[in-house]
């Protein structure tokens, strides 16, 4: 786990090495908050459009905003944990083309499983349907239970308009009350 | 298989009793061993003398112990202001009931500072910990006037108080990065009530300008918090409180706030200021995307 919140810092230091001082855990975690909100933002104007959920999601000018106040985040740090003006600039400009990657990565990857689970669920639900109309059109099977007749006779199906079918094909009229009669 | 190699030469005031070795300029030899066992051969560094090695001082227990007690103060302070969101308690209270705990800590703190510099920045930690707490009993109205006049000067304050204890002292890297920390969260605070102040004075709805709702608040208050804990844990157990009162002057530059703490927060500010205003002046085009 420790090492997975400090990816970017062994980076930074793999680049500049004593050069910066910075927090181990601060720029993973800023990078992971941008991805979060793309995630968010993006999920939530998918929603928005295709189902016409009134989601209460921020507007995209507030979520550039703290995507904005998230970079201030990394730009602080950077002038503060290195020891020349250089470094500083070169490693503002990396964690901010970071934070604006992360941000498009999570919005793309939102909209993708979104896409990814609305596909599953309408496949499911058109096979459901297939499956209901097949069904109906060559009669309901009997899910589970068990209807057997006094002579041992067992049924298994129902057809719509409420006939029974035997294992041999042979049809049965339901009188009501228990008892049937062969037609 | 290894070897030695003679890379560096340069100088460690060696804590020599003998008055008269203390001007002379003793090199210290640092030799790199090359391990060729396994993938990883990293360099290692060797003193020459196993005495040659600086001898960090032991803090006493007594120090120790206000320190831990100071460091707990601070958790409790921090862990408690991440859950005062949940507590139904008057935002006046909860602000009371950490700005004393805060008080408690730093004049533990101010008992065990190491130097004058550091002593007048818990001193002066005090002194805006009650003005905080006595603030907190006003609900101000956020306004241009109340940002630029109180609010703003105390974040200010704040990080004067953090980059006088770093500079008079010579704090371990470890402890450094987790204060400097400190500083970061509060130059944010400073620079995101100005986004409230530009959205305000430009007339825009508050939706447009903070993006906090119920998805995201939560664990970014968590997180931001967690780091908090350990910051202000760092900042009491560090070498700026550990006792041996050093009671000399020091050089006045480090009372200067001319310093790369405020010069962040100006670039800081200035760019995001900058980029909030362009974004806030293009809003139609962005909605319309």
Redesign the interface.
């Known amino acids: 786990m420790k090492q997975k919140f400090s990816i970017l810092y062994n980076l930074e230091k793999k680049i500049w090495g004593e050069q910066t001082n910075p927090n181990k855990y601060l720029a993973t975690t800023t990078i992971i908050f941008s991805a979060v909100i793309g995630a968010l933002v993006s999920g939530c104007e998918y929603l928005n459009d295709l189902f016409n959920w009134h989601i209460n999601s921020p507007t995209l000018t507030a979520t550039f905003s703290l995507i904005i106040l998230i970079c201030g985040y990394n730009i602080a740090e950077s002038i503060i944990a290195t020891s020349t003006a250089k470094v500083a600039a070169l490693r503002a400009l990396m964690m901010t083309g970071f934070v604006i990657l992360a941000f498009i990565v999570g919005a793309v990857a939102s909209f993708i499983i979104l896409l990814i689970i609305t596909i599953i669920v309408v496949v499911f639900l058109v096979i459901t349907f297939i499956k209901i109309l097949l069904n109906e059109m060559t009669g309901t099977k009997m899910n589970g239970k068990k209807f057997i007749l006094s002579d041992g006779t067992i049924i298994k199906k129902r057809t719509p308009s409420g006939d029974l079918i035997d294992e041999t094909g042979g049809r049965w009229k339901d009188l009501g009350d228990g008892h049937v009669e062969k037609l | 298989m290894f070897f030695l190699l003679f890379i560096h030469i340069f100088d460690i005031d060696l804590n020599i009793e003998n008055e008269c070795l203390q001007d002379i300029q003793r090199p210290v030899f640092y030799f790199v061993k090359f391990s060729r066992i396994g993938a990883n051969c990293k360099p290692k560094l060797l003193f020459m003398e196993q005495n040659l090695q600086l001898q960090v001082e032991p803090i006493p227990k007594s120090i120790r112990v206000r320190q831990d007690i100071a460091a707990w103060l601070f958790v409790l302070s921090n862990a408690y202001m991440i859950i005062a969101a949940f507590i139904p308690m008057a935002p006046f209270v909860n602000n009371a009931i950490t700005s004393v705990i805060c008080i408690t800590g730093w004049s533990i703190l101010t008992t065990i500072a190491s130097n004058k510099a550091t002593r007048v920045a818990a001193l002066l930690s005090i002194l805006f910990s009650i003005a905080t707490c006595i603030r907190g009993m006003f609900q101000i109205p956020f306004t241009w006037v109340t940002t630029t006049m109180l609010i703003i000067p105390m974040n200010l304050i704040w990080i004067y108080i953090y980059s006088l204890i770093i500079q008079a002292n010579d704090i371990d890297?470890k402890d450094?990065?987790?204060i400097?920390?400190l500083?970061?969260f509060l130059?944010?605070n400073t620079?995101?009530d100005l986004?409230f102040m530009i959205g305000q004075s430009m007339d825009l709805d508050s939706?447009?300008?903070?993006?906090?709702?119920?998805?995201?608040v939560l664990?970014?208050h968590i997180?931001?918090g967690g780091?908090n804990i350990i910051a202000g844990y760092r900042l009491a157990k560090c070498s700026a409180f550990s006792g041996n009162y050093n009671p000399s002057h020091q050089p006045k530059e480090i009372y200067s706030p001319v310093n790369?703490?405020f010069?962040?927060?100006l670039?800081?500010t200035s760019?995001?200021c900058g980029?909030?205003v362009i974004?806030?002046s293009c809003?139609d085009f962005?909605?319309s995307?």
């Open positions: 890297n450094k990065v987790w400097s920390l500083v970061v130059i944010m620079t995101s986004n939706s447009h300008v903070w993006a906090w709702n119920l998805f995201l664990p970014f997180i931001f780091i790369k703490y010069a962040a927060l670039i800081t760019i995001l980029l909030w974004l806030y809003i962005i909605e995307i």
